[in-house]
T-cell receptor
């Protein structure tokens, strides 16, 4: 049973560019959440997708957007990259949006903005 | 706004020593509480969780945590640590009415000396 997978593993971009990160949820899961983990910090919630709609959003600017596909996979897009966007981006999947369901995390995508 | 504080940034112990990692949260409503662990080079994984009932919860690998509502605390304990417990530990909270949005603490790095 495949767990949560993310691609790419590492990415280097320059300021002002745009980036797309991808996530495939654990088999049987229909909800995907994205988190940003800066160095030395805990993960920060970006947003959550369920039934192809953004259900919740954390305190992140509109430069951060996402999408969920009919097969439940998801993308995170970041426009106009800033140096401060350098971080590990984690995807987590769960069964529905219930707060009682365990979230399973992927290995993350390490984004470096130069 | 909800927040989670982990008081110890880095803890160094010898094998067989007892462990207690502090976690306090700020939120006035009903919450679900989690401890996640990230072993070197691995994904975040759930160690234990508390939803309701017995405030002393047991997790994997001999870990336990106690929810003290009056102190807004959810401290993690283990009677005797092993070298293999070396990892980063994150406390997380979500509110019952906020679906799967997890609020994480900044993490505690545990180093166990053999």
């Amino acid at each position: 049973d495949a767990g949560v997978t993310q691609s790419p593993t590492h990415l280097i971009k320059t300021r002002g560019q745009q980036v797309t990160l991808r996530c495939s949820p654990k088999s049987g899961h229909d909800t995907v959440s994205w988190y940003q983990q800066a160095l030395g910090q805990g993960p920060q919630f970006i947003f959550q997708y369920y039934e192809e709609e953004e259900r919740q959003r954390g305190n992140f600017p509109d430069r951060f957007s996402g999408h969920q596909f009919p097969n439940y996979s998801s993308e995170l897009n970041v426009n106009a990259l800033l140096l401060g966007d350098s971080a590990l981006y984690l995807c987590a999947s769960s069964l529905s949006v219930s707060s009682y369901n365990e979230q399973f995390f992927g290995p993350g995508t390490r984004l470096t903005v130069l | 706004a909800q927040s989670v504080s982990q008081h110890n940034h880095h803890v160094i112990l010898s094998e067989a020593a007892s462990l207690e990692l502090g976690c306090n949260y700020s939120y006035g409503g009903t919450v679900n509480l989690f401890w996640y662990v990230q072993y070197p080079g691995q994904h975040l994984q759930l160690l234990l969780k508390y939803f309701s009932g017995d405030p002393l919860v047991k997790g994997i690998k001999g870990f336990e945590a106690e929810f003290i509502k009056s102190k807004f605390s959810f401290n993690l304990r283990k009677p005797s640590v092993q070298w293999s417990d070396t990892a980063e530990y994150f406390c997380a909270v979500n509110a019952n009415n906020q679906g799967g949005k997890l609020i994480f603490g900044q993490g505690t790095e545990l180093s166990v000396k053999p």
